[in-house]
Nanobody, 121 residues
Framework: QVQLVESGGGLVQAGGSLRLSCAASERTFSSYTMGWFRQAPGKEREFVAAIRWDGSSTDYADSMKGRFTISRDNAKNTVYLQMNSLKPDDTAVYYC??????????????WGQGTQVTVSS
């Protein structure tokens, strides 16, 4: 059972940056694909980015390419999401998730509780 805890959310002005972290409890963290998703009020949850178990490959939703960067540190059981040039439309609850597949935008069996990101205009 993988337990995931996100942190790093908050309030930021448009154009600013935030770095989200997701710490995993499972010592086999390095065997999982890790993904980030977000859900804005009144909208469905959407895929943001994913990273292969060894960090050798990444996948991004088109609207995040060039602004967001996913990375991981398997020694720390942590995955990160660096978000730059933030826009008000990026306001959402951000979730990290773990999957046994790569690439994967849908097959995630473990989820964190989410962290709120609010971008003011």
């Amino acid at each position: 059972q993988v337990q995931l805890v996100e942190s790093g959310g908050g309030l930021v002005q448009a154009g600013g940056s935030l770095r989200l972290s997701c710490a995993a409890s499972e010592r086999t963290f390095s065997s999982y694909t890790m993904g980030w998703f977000r859900q804005a009020p009144g909208k469905e949850r959407e895929f943001v980015a994913a990273i292969r178990w060894d960090g050798s490959s990444t996948d991004y939703a088109d609207s995040m390419k060039g602004r967001f960067t996913i990375s991981r540190d398997n020694a720390k059981n942590t995955v990160y999401l660096q978000m730059n040039s933030l826009k008000p439309d990026d306001t959402a609850v951000y979730y990290c998730a773990a999957s046994t597949k790569y690439p994967s935008r849908t097959s995630y069996g473990y989820w964190g509780q989410g962290t709120q990101v609010t971008v003011s205009s």
